[in-house]
Structure formats: C-alpha cells, structure tokens
C-alpha cells in the first residue's frame, strides 16, 4: 500500500484504473458505477474527486494540472485535486474521494470524503 489511508474497510474499495494507465501530471476521466471520476496521478500519488464541474458540467478530469491544483477545461475555474476545494477560495467545490494503491491497482471509495481525514 502506497497511500495513506483512514480506517474504511478495504471492501468499500473499487478498482479503477492500473497505476500507468495514468502518467504523471495527467488526469483521467473514469466512469465508475453511475459517477464520473476525475483520477490525477501526481507526485507519485493518485487523488480522485468528482469529474463534473459545479459551474456547467465540464469535465475536470480532462483538465491541465499545475501542481495540485486542476484547471477545467471549458471555463478556467480551478480545484484542488486533494480536497476538492475550489482554488478560488470561494463556494465551488467537488467531492473528494479516498484513494489507495495495491501494486499497480489504483482503487477509490466512492463515499464522499470527510474533509477533516484529509492527508
Ligand atoms: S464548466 Fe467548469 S468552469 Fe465552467
């Protein structure tokens, strides 16, 4: 295990990607179950938050990372992929999903994250 984690059972984890399915710097838009998920490899970690943007639906995960910050595609608002927080430090904001690392499995929970476990 790569990731730092909280005590969610491994079970309320679900595969989503292979670890060089996404390059560094990149994100990638993965549909799980009925969610889109925005998946950003980044510093050696992965980070997933919800793909569809507050402002008009853009997809985040088509987004240019700088950083840790994702810059959506069709109106430039920005969030940040830890939190989900938007960089503008205003009310835009997308959930936030646990993410772990398994050799070179990438899994999420798709329990909408408490921000206060935040690594
Ligand atoms: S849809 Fe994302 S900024 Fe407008």
């Known amino acids: 295990m790569t990731s730092r984690h ?6 309320e984890f679900i595969p989503i990607a292979r670890t060089d399915e996404v390059p560094e ?4 838009v993965i ?10 490899h980044v510093g050696g970690r992965f980070y997933a938050i919800n793909n569809i943007c507050p402002h008009q ?4 995960g088509k987004g240019k990372v700088k950083k840790y910050l994702v ?3 069709w109106h430039d608002l920005q969030f940040d992929i830890r939190s989900g ?6 009310g835009n904001c997308v959930a936030s999903y646990e993410v772990r690392v398994e050799g070179d499995q990438v899994y999420v929970c798709l329990q909408t994250r408490d921000v206060w476990s935040l690594e």
């Open 71 to 73: 810059t959506c595609p």
């Open 25 to 28: 710097g990149k994100g990638r």
């Open 57 to 60: 639906g853009g997809p985040l």
């Open 6 to 11: 909280t005590d969610r059972k491994f079970e």
């Open 85 to 90: 927080f938007g960089g503008d430090g205003g």
């Open 31 to 40: 549909k799980v179950n009925d969610k889109s998920v925005a998946l950003f």
